[in-house]
């Protein structure tokens, strides 16, 4: 069946141009693309000139930071409209080439301006500063800030070379774990509720565990784990192959802990990720009645994890198309004010999206904002899925953030970063599901709303939770030279999977071994910012919908914001302290308020 609707798919070549995206406000033809490659070529090796100068004066330091951000910013505009193209139709050779180009392009940039931040931080303090007061240098303050906070975890030219030198050795681990798990792990063939034989995969997996037939899911989930189980040795080496290297490069740089040297960068203090941990456990009865809330609506004499995907009311029947979906996300962003809502309006009616699958097209949904272009939205999107809707309305509030950042911010300062990436595209779905709630046709209707907005909760703040305490632990341990082995890897998570669960959750001992298929954990400490970005979207989004002019202000001006503050001041000046708790346990008090909501629609 699934390869059938593949093959239905619509080639490129004969998708309505009208819903696809136009992306001439990056190269309105392909000419000027080409033209802009050879121009960057071409500049690149003009970087050398600067080379061995910038201790000479304030002028020549500016000069070279003015070249590298136009460099940046063509190299941006160019690696963006390659990377479009590609997406639209995967398998097309022209698209292919085109982003292979830019990977290399990008490559020789990132070689040439190499050398910029060592010979950068090894001018002296007295000389940087007295440079820091010419007029020439005052734009560039904030980027050179943020550049000589490295200073004390800068070494000296001959350790950061070797430093450098291990960059491709110090992937390995990670590198190993996306072979095993993506290529080499076979998980054979599951029958699923239509008495069909489907490929059991990671991107299967999913949908078997949302299957309304619990043999189905159970068959799926002890299978799926039989793989993890099979390798575990080797995923364990793996897995602390990775937490060591994280653990070895905090202590070569002089961060206190790899923790603290994976928040440096934004400028975060340990306390922001303790906090969220703390706030968490201190909510956990309400999860617990959750879980409890749910076992009985679904008949179960015990819970057991692959029973928590499952909708316990299955998705309303639904029929939406493009304009009526945009319909509803305008509606329900009315509380953003009249030009937020007209310019969006006017981009997805008008050409910012490419709506609707077609043969070689990227799965899911992006959006991609640059400097210069629209902020460019991908969709899938399916009329008989609400789930779409939300997902557009996500994707929305990515570009309407990126719109904004662009219109108020120099190149510089308008790039956003990861820690505050979400709290615009979940700000967006809490009024969308806030808007649906009040008209909602029927009980049904709210329950399902309610149950999405909890598993959401659940999902991104909780579970992201569990996730960013197990890396801090099993660091931790690195860092006291305790052993990281299958049994203590299993022993850590199990422990955090009956703390998080409780007490009455049905637990299989294969689930331990979900630690072994995460792969943010190669990527550490990088999870606990989905649970902030969406607590801090919750708490500011009550914020305005119960506030006035002064409240949407604060957020408008947070989404023009860019990166030219550090994140924590950004949300703090839109009415959020992250470093306080009260955003993070406004947001659980949400989800128990949601659960108290569906058990008296439900039970």
């Not at 801090?472 to 703390?499: C, N, W």
Request: hydrophobic share 35%.
């Amino acid at each position: 069946m699934s390869e059938a609707t593949v093959k239905s798919l619509p080639p490129r070549s004969t998708v309505a141009e009208s819903d696809t995206w136009d992306l001439s406000s990056l190269y309105a033809h392909h000419d000027g693309w080409e033209t802009d490659y050879a121009l960057a070529e071409e500049q690149l090796e003009k970087y050398s000139a600067f080379q061995g100068r910038l201790a000479e004066n304030a002028e020549t330091l500016a000069e070279l930071l003015a070249f590298d951000s136009e460099i940046e910013r063509l190299l941006e505009q160019l690696g963006y409209y390659a990377f479009l193209r590609l997406t639209e139709d995967q398998t097309n050779s022209e698209s292919q080439a085109l982003e292979a180009r830019m990977q290399n392009l990008g490559a020789r940039a990132a070689q040439a301006a190499s050398w910029i931040r060592p010979e950068l931080l090894a001018i002296d303090s007295d000389t940087i500063d007295s440079f820091r007061q010419a007029e020439c240098l005052q734009h560039y303050q904030l980027q050179l800030e943020r550049v000589l906070r490295y200073r004390p975890h800068t070494l000296g030219a001959k350790e950061e070379e070797l430093l450098a030198m291990q960059a491709e050795m110090a992937q390995s681990a990670s590198k190993t774990f996306r072979q095993l798990h993506d290529a080499d792990l076979k998980f054979g063939e599951v029958e699923n509720e239509h008495g069909e034989l489907v490929e059991l995969g990671n991107a299967t997996f999913s949908q078997f565990l949302i299957s309304p037939n619990r043999d189905v899911r159970k068959a799926a989930f002890n299978q799926y784990y039989s793989q993890f189980e099979a390798h575990e040795n080797t995923l364990a080496a793996t897995l602390s192959g990775s937490i060591q290297k994280d653990v070895y490069y905090a202590r070569a740089r002089g961060y206190d802990n790899a923790l603290t040297g994976a928040l440096f960068p934004d400028n975060v203090p340990q306390s922001v990720y303790d906090s969220l941990i703390e706030s968490v456990r201190n909510n956990f009865d309400a999860l617990y009645r959750y879980y409890e809330l749910r076992r009985n609506l679904m008949g179960l004499d015990e819970i057991h994890h692959y029973d928590t995907y499952v909708p316990i009311i299955s998705d309303l029947q639904v029929n939406r198309n493009w304009d009526e979906a945009t319909d509803l996300v305008i509606a329900s962003l009315q509380p953003l004010g009249s030009n937020y809502c007209e310019v969006l309006e006017a981009g997805l009616r008008g050409r910012w999206c490419d709506r609707y699958p077609n043969a070689g097209k990227q799965s899911g949904a992006f959006s991609a904002g640059s400097y210069v272009g629209d902020p460019y939205i991908l969709m899938n999107y399916k009329p008989a899925v609400l789930n779409d809707v939300f997902t557009l309305t996500h994707e929305a509030g990515h570009s309407m953030h990126s719109y904004y950042s662009s219109k108020h911010q120099s190149f510089e300062y308008y790039n956003y970063t990861i820690f505050v990436a979400e709290v615009a595209s979940t700000f967006n779905e809490q009024l969308l599901s806030d808007y649906m709630m009040k008209h909602a046709q029927n009980d049904r209707e709210r329950a399902y709303l309610i149950n999405r907005d909890i598993d959401a909760i659940r999902g991104t703040i909780i579970r992201q939770t569990m996730f960013a305490e197990f890396e801090k632990i099993t660091h931790e341990m690195a860092e006291s030279g305790q052993p990281l082995t299958v049994q203590s890897f299993r022993e850590v998570y199990g422990q955090l999977l009956k703390d998080y669960f409780g007490p009455n959750f049905a637990i299989d001992d294969c689930l331990s071994l979900e630690c072994f298929r995460i792969p943010h954990f190669y990527r550490a400490f990088y999870v606990y910012k989905y649970a902030t970005g969406l607590s801090a979207a919750i708490a500011l989004s009550q914020r305005v919908l119960q506030g006035g002019q002064q409240e949407l202000d604060d957020y408008l001006n947070f989404l023009q914001g860019g990166c030219s503050k550090d994140p924590l001041d950004l949300l703090r000046e839109a009415g959020v302290d992250m470093e306080e708790p009260k955003p993070v346990d406004t947001a659980l008090q949400q989800f128990a308020s949601l659960v108290d909501q569906l058990e008296s629609l439900l039970s």
